[in-house]
């Protein structure tokens, strides 16, 4: 163990209850899509049940590892993939025992890829705070990955093996994007394409299960759990989408990092994928900037403002919204209420919070 870890696990002897101790349980940060009235209650009232599970989830014996595993869970979140099981599970018996399970097993293996890519991405910060890799060392965040993921594994034994095998399928699908966002499009290979079946992987994935287990462990009907995952996949996909935007549009930050982050990174996102395909005159700067990660401030700052009058973020966005609609359309399979209208509003969000 590094000494700044050792240190920290000297700290966490003392005890995890001030670890654990606030006035409430965090909020999704996506509320404003969210119902009003007796839905927007029981939702609210049944994420808290999840936050309240999660902190029970990454709880161990040892002091040191419940900090460590809780280290990201504590920095807040969106808890987006939970509070789409939850949604999901209104179509069916919401109160049914496996949907707040599955709803934590879902937000405990989205914590767990996100110790893993900052380590492989070398990250400093996740959600405004330092990442587990940059505190404690990559050994430490890997292997408070793995008991995330063990901790949810446990919790699968329970919901029957059909969950286990579709928990399963879901993560082979987060491992083999990963692998292919690392290699990067093969040669021949549209790197558009590329990187668009790598957000079905690694994020559609994820929250189509999330769909899928609110809505089956609620006893909904199978057609419905079918078009709810369909529809998982799809919103998911625009779901990063509309953070690859927001990375370029936002302003001072209001999306939780800095600014063309992407582009300091290197990491060629959508539109500037879009702007490398292309053979438009006017981006030709643009194309030689985001060719490579763009550390020096001025040619920051000039990126950043050729990508948000660029006709390649133009494209990026109706790509977006095209996603978005292939979400809403799936909607139709499903009863007229709150739930439909709920996810509808989903839609509208993922493209308006980057417009």
Request: negative net charge.
């Amino acid at each position: 163990m590094t000494g700044n870890a050792a240190a920290a696990a000297h700290d966490a002897t003392e005890g995890t209850t001030q670890l654990w101790h606030r006035t409430a349980p965090p909020a999704s940060t996506i509320g404003p899509w969210l119902p009003d009235g007796e839905l927007g209650d029981a939702l609210s009232d049944a994420l808290g049940v999840v936050e309240s599970a999660l902190e029970s989830a990454v709880t161990s014996e040892h002091a040191f590892v419940t900090e460590a595993a809780g280290h990201l869970m504590l920095a807040g979140g969106k808890r987006f993939r939970p509070l789409l099981t939850l949604l999901a599970a209104q179509l069916g018996d919401p109160h049914a025992p496996g949907v707040v399970p599955a709803a934590v097993v879902v937000e405990l293996t989205h914590l767990a890829t996100l110790y893993h890519d900052d380590v492989m991405d070398e990250a400093d910060l996740r959600r405004g705070a330092p990442s587990a890799n940059s505190r404690w060392g990559n050994s430490i965040a890997i292997l408070a990955g793995d008991f995330l993921f063990a901790r949810a594994s446990d919790l699968l034994a329970d919901l029957g093996p059909e969950a286990v095998r579709i928990q399963a399928r879901t993560f082979e699908r987060l491992v083999t994007g990963q692998i292919r966002e690392t290699v990067g499009a093969t040669p021949g290979e549209d790197p558009v394409a590329h990187y668009l079946a790598v957000l079905g992987d690694k994020t559609g994935s994820l929250v189509a299960t999330s769909a899928r287990f609110g809505a089956s462990f609620a006893g909904a009907p199978a057609a419905l759990v079918e078009e709810l995952t369909a529809f998982g996949e799809d919103v998911g996909i625009a779901f990063q989408l509309s953070d690859d935007l927001l990375d370029i549009v936002s302003q001072g930050g209001t999306s939780g990092k800095a600014p063309g982050t992407d582009l300091r990174e290197g990491i060629a996102t959508l539109p500037a994928l879009l702007a490398l395909a292309g053979t438009d005159p006017a981006e030709a700067r643009l194309r030689e900037l985001v060719a490579r990660p763009v550390t020096d401030d001025a040619e920051h700052a000039e990126a950043l403002a050729l990508l948000r009058g660029s006709a390649s973020l133009a494209r990026a966005t109706r790509m977006l919204e095209e996603y978005a609609g292939r979400a809403r359309a799936r909607l139709t399979a499903l009863p007229d209420g709150e739930v439909r209208d709920a996810l509808s509003a989903l839609c509208d969000y993922v493209v308006t919070r980057s417009s």
